[in-house]
């Protein structure tokens, strides 16, 4: 995953979080894979999610960890499924919005984190107008 994009990921969950916040997004962790029949051990850049508040069936301080290899996948996934994610992912970063944060890290959990990000809507007061 672009270190753009996964920034851009880290800022919507950080920004808009109801019950789940980030805890690390510079985890390093080694992962053992087995490949023709041996082990190699990978390390790989890990996101840390936990649970703030207690919804549903996971309790207050449930933990996660999100590597970046899932990230990918899910990412390529959400990239067949949605047309109009691709194109807009093609042009910049900026374009990656909390919907689609919510969508990946879905996919990359197997359907186990929803994320229930909220956006505020923003407040616009209307000024007087005066004859």
Excluded at 67 to 80: G, Q
Aim: one cysteine or more; hydrophobic letters at 40%.
């Amino acid at each position: 995953m672009r270190n753009t994009l996964y920034r851009q990921m880290v800022y919507w969950i950080r920004t808009y979080r109801t019950w789940i916040e980030v805890v690390d997004d510079n985890f390093y962790k080694e992962y053992a894979l087995t490949r023709n029949g041996h082990i190699d051990y990978v390390v790989a850049r890990t996101l840390v999610l936990r649970a703030c508040k207690a919804n549903g069936a996971y309790a207050r301080g449930t933990t996660w960890t999100v590597p970046e290899h899932d990230l990918d996948k899910a990412l390529a996934t959400y990239r067949k499924q949605d047309q109009t994610f691709r194109q807009r992912i093609k042009k910049a970063a900026m374009y990656f919005s909390p919907k689609d944060a919510e969508t990946v890290i879905l996919l990359a959990t197997h359907n186990i984190v929803r994320l229930e990000l909220v956006i505020q809507p923003i407040q616009v007061r209307e000024k007087p107008y005066y004859l």
